[in-house]
T-cell receptor, first 112, second 116 residues
């Protein structure tokens, strides 16, 4: 059983719309949650981290965490073509100091 | 200059050859990681090191070895390369001081390795 699950997509949204990316995880004791963006052939870059239940906003990005449902999401408002990339969800599991488990990523396509 | 660098960026080699991928960082982080990425399989951890004297196997360490020569340097070796080790390899570091907290990992640019 995968520890971090993401829909592989592609998720297609029109420019200016809200993109909603979802991630579920299996370790109920997980402490830290991250969203990375990865352009094709490039390295992952951090977008957001979230540690507590609720929402965390940074510019056009909002991360949402629900530990009871073991669910973390990323909302991208006013989606731009430059947001087209693969988004990786990562989780630090219980007792694995700084070791992250990554989902396989969701590919987002923002269409004109 | 980039905080995490990897050399070489691209490498083509033949089955059975020994190859070393190198990673250097200027972030001052103690923790370093090696991942491989394959289409549809995501990032998989090969080895990780929490300091110079601490080396740990990840989920797919068979066929690989590592060396932590200094706090800033972490090398990955393929002793006898095989075609199914063809992949994109990333080095990452983590530690205090970043916007995402201590657990946040920062990635190098990657090495594209092809084993013929």
């Amino acid at each position: 059983q995968k520890e971090v699950e993401q829909n592989s997509g592609p998720l297609s949204v029109p420019e200016g719309a809200i993109a909603s990316l979802n991630c579920t995880y299996s370790d109920r004791g997980s402490q830290s949650f991250f969203w990375y963006r990865q352009y094709s052939g490039k390295s992952p870059e951090l977008i957001m981290s979230i540690y507590s239940n609720g929402d965390k906003e940074d510019g056009r990005f909002t991360a949402q965490l629900n530990k009871a449902s073991q669910y973390v999401s990323l909302l991208i408002r006013d989606s731009q073509p430059s947001d087209s990339a693969t988004y990786l969800c990562a989780v630090r599991n219980t007792g694995t100091a700084s070791k992250l488990t990554f989902g396989t990523g969701t590919r987002l396509q923002v269409t004109l | 200059d980039a905080d995490v660098t990897q050399t070489p960026r691209n490498r083509i080699t033949k089955t059975g050859k020994r190859i070393m991928l190198e990673c250097s960082q200027t972030k001052g982080h103690d923790r370093m990681y090696w991942y491989r990425q394959d289409p549809g399989l995501g990032l998989r951890l090969i080895y990780y090191s929490f300091d110079v004297k601490d080396i740990n196997k990840g989920e797919i360490s068979d066929g690989y070895s590592v060396s932590r020569q200094a706090q800033a340097k972490f090398s990955l070796s393929l002793e006898s390369a095989i075609p199914n080790q063809t992949a994109l390899y990333f080095c990452a570091t983590s530690g205090p001081g970043g916007k995402g907290g201590t657990d946040t990992q920062y990635f190098g640019p990657g090495t594209r390795l092809t084993v013929l």
